[in-house]
């Protein structure tokens, strides 16, 4: 039963239609973990610990750096040089008595991965590098825990839900890693402060309603969203037949450590398979000219668009692969950059053989090479 200073403390809760007490008490009896206490798990860990979820637990082995003061909102000038645990800990027990607060201060690894899941309903995947997600994601499919998975990009964020076998697993929409000379730097890449907040604030909705039974989740959806535009997209994930972690003809069944994806110097346009406008500009006067892919919105595409481009909206790629050559050269574009550099992932991890993304997107094709080409 909740006590009295519960009920007074979540009244907005119990007067919600298909909410009530008793999804109040869901979140009381339910166990959260969050995987890294950054951008994504800031947000995430103040509005679980805020809504009453009973156990809440942290795992990261970092300290608060001053960089970190943009969006990781747990933290403050105090806490620089701090362990982000031992910050995290103080900031939420101070928000919410009742809410037992847990923390590690390591990395999740494959050594401690099944004792520590054990011990949670749920995950929040707040991690910002490939090896960490596809390592949180294996043994959360292997263990049979749910997984909710944020990820981050510039101006991007987006979020999705992940529970085999009543949906897919992580791998069903990316089988493999991407290659470490395709991922954008950890340190070079950069994010708007607020989208963190937005997204990691999204991580814990869908958790909040799947303790609590509400609505409709995000399994086998991937919700996308991009502030330039303050537009939404939803990529449908269908479970993959042969997936190798959840699929019955599964080849992976147990846990490996993958090397760390964030490379320690700036790569060259080259090495991430990028290509400048001007690079572009002159390819296309070559009689073996790439295949153009604009994966923006139609409303965009009639803004304007590069001559001879197709257009498949970066949602429906998935259920078009089949209108793509897969050994023909491709150019990928979008508004800035961040949605086909998405694409052009998801095309190599589809085996298509030489893809590339318009560095900049059609902003720069506008700015560099042809300033009526639309925006």
């Not at 694409?343 to 090479?369: H, P, Q, T, Y």
Request: charged share 25%; net charge negative.
């Amino acid at each position: 039963m909740l006590s009295g200073d519960e009920r007074r403390r979540y009244q907005r809760h119990l007067i919600l239609p298909g909410f009530g007490e008793e999804g109040q008490l869901r979140l009381k009896r339910a166990a959260v973990l969050l995987v890294g206490a950054g951008g994504l798990g800031s947000p995430a860990a103040l509005y679980l610990t805020a809504a009453g979820v009973g156990r809440v637990g942290l795992i990261d082995d970092d300290v608060v750096d001053a960089s970190n003061l943009q969006r990781q909102v747990l933290f403050g000038d105090a806490d620089v040089g701090r362990l982000k645990v031992d910050a995290a800990r103080e900031r939420l027990a101070g928000l919410n008595r009742d809410v037992q607060i847990e923390t590690y201060a390591a990395r999740f690894t494959a050594a401690n991965a099944q004792e520590i899941l054990s011990r949670y309903d749920l995950v929040l995947d707040g991690t910002d590098n490939f090896a960490s997600r596809f390592l949180i994601g294996d043994a959360c499919a292997l263990y049979s825990v749910p997984l909710v998975q944020g990820s981050l990009f510039l101006f991007d964020g987006q979020v999705s839900l992940f529970h085999p076998p009543k949906g897919p697993c992580h791998r069903c929409l990316f089988p493999e890693p991407p290659d470490p000379a395709t991922a954008p730097s950890c340190a070079d890449a950069g994010v708007l402060g607020v989208i963190p907040g937005l997204i990691g604030t999204l991580m814990a909705t869908e958790a909040i309603k799947h303790l609590a039974g509400l609505g409709t989740s995000l399994l086998g959806r991937l919700l996308r969203f991009d502030a330039l535009t303050m537009r939404c997209t939803e990529l449908t994930v269908p479970r993959d037949p042969r997936c190798a972690l959840c699929s019955p003809q599964r080849t992976i069944t147990t846990l490996e450590e993958a090397a760390s994806m964030c490379p320690q110097e700036p790569r060259s346009v080259e090495s991430h398979r990028d290509v400048t406008p001007s690079e572009l500009a002159a390819r296309l006067f070559e009689s073996e000219a790439p295949f153009l892919l604009d994966v923006r919105e139609p409303w965009e595409w009639d803004l304007g668009h590069l001559d001879g481009a197709t257009l498949i909206p970066v949602g429906d790629l998935p259920a078009r692969l089949g209108e793509l050559d897969p050994q023909r050269e491709i150019v990928v574009y979008c508004k800035v950059g961040a949605r086909s550099a998405w694409a052009a992932d998801f095309l190599r991890s589809r085996g298509f053989v030489d893809v590339k993304n318009l560095e900049g997107g059609i902003m720069a094709w506008m700015s560099e090479v042809d300033t009526g080409a639309g925006s």
